[in-house]
């Protein structure tokens, strides 16, 4: 089985401060510009880094600070994906988190992270080690448009 190479990539890793989620979003925007999104597209891109990255800071490390490392890929076909890792306290149960409102955060959580990074992106898979860490994929293809990138 062959595996499809991607295009470009960049990789970025920083401490689970909530103030990196919007260095996050920016970064991910900056480099999704290249496939020549619409203003909405990079706004869906935007809200899913957000969503994952906040849960990787909120989450993974309630009680103390860690790494979060943010890689984005350019595949062929106008395609985008975007890998969310911290080394965290892990996902008991992936099925159950992902269940809209349900939260282990505080009443001010709304639980609705992986439902608004699933209405944005066309692919979210969770995979999670309790004690280890969280990796949280995603892909989104965006539309061709005369003039973009191949």
Do not use: C
Not at 48 to 55: D, K, L, R
């Amino acid at each position: 089985m062959r595996t499809i190479q991607y295009t470009n990539q960049v990789s970025l890793r920083f401490p689970s401060r909530s103030a990196n989620e919007a260095f996050a979003r920016s970064a991910a925007a900056a480099f999704a510009a290249q496939l020549d999104p619409t203003l909405d597209e990079l706004g869906d891109v935007k809200t899913a880094v957000s969503e994952a990255v906040t849960n990787a800071i909120v989450h993974a490390y309630p009680d103390t600070l860690g790494n979060v490392e943010l890689k984005l890929r350019l595949y062929p076909g106008n395609q985008l994906e975007i890998i969310v890792r911290d080394w965290g306290v892990g996902i008991p149960d992936v099925e159950k988190a992902r269940a809209p409102l349900f939260t282990t955060g505080n009443e001010e959580r709304s639980g609705m992270g992986f439902t608004i990074m699933e209405s944005f992106m066309d692919t979210v898979k969770v995979r999670s080690t309790v004690g280890k860490g969280t990796v949280v994929t995603m892909r989104k293809r965006f539309a061709l448009r005369a003039g973009g990138p191949a």
